[in-house]
């Protein structure tokens, strides 16, 4: 089984910047490609950004429009998502994923919540 276990997040005002982190432990090696998704009451799952088992980012939300940028370390097991320039359209609560053998697991999400 694979964990996550996530911190950063809160409460910004617009323009700020924020960092979510994304500690994964167990089976750590069966692990693919991660990425951060994010949601707000009455919407669906949406994605922020994905990254590769590699560590290579492959994709983003439209609404990033290159304000984000995602970096994995696999010798420390983690996954940032830096969030920079936000605005009160990316409040939401933002949850890192792991597929691994088959199964999909997620962080136990976090408010991100940017004021005016």
């Known amino acids: 089984q694979v964990q996550l276990a996530e911190s950063g997040g809160g409460l910004v005002q617009a323009g700020e910047s924020l960092k979510r982190s994304c500690l994964a432990s167990g089976k750590t090696w069966t692990i693919g490609g991660m990425a951060w998704y994010r949601q707000t009451p009455g919407k669906e799952r949406e994605l922020v950004a994905r990254i590769t088992r590699g560590g290579v980012p492959r994709e983003f939300g439209d609404f990033v429009k290159g304000r984000f940028t995602i970096r994995r370390d696999n010798t420390k097991n983690t996954v940032d998502l830096q969030m920079n320039n936000l605005t009160p359209e990316n409040t939401a609560v933002y949850s890192c994923?792991?597929?691994?053998?088959?199964?999909?697991?997620w962080g136990q999400g976090t408010q991100v919540t940017v004021s005016t």
């Open positions: 994923y792991a597929p691994s053998q088959g199964l999909d697991y």
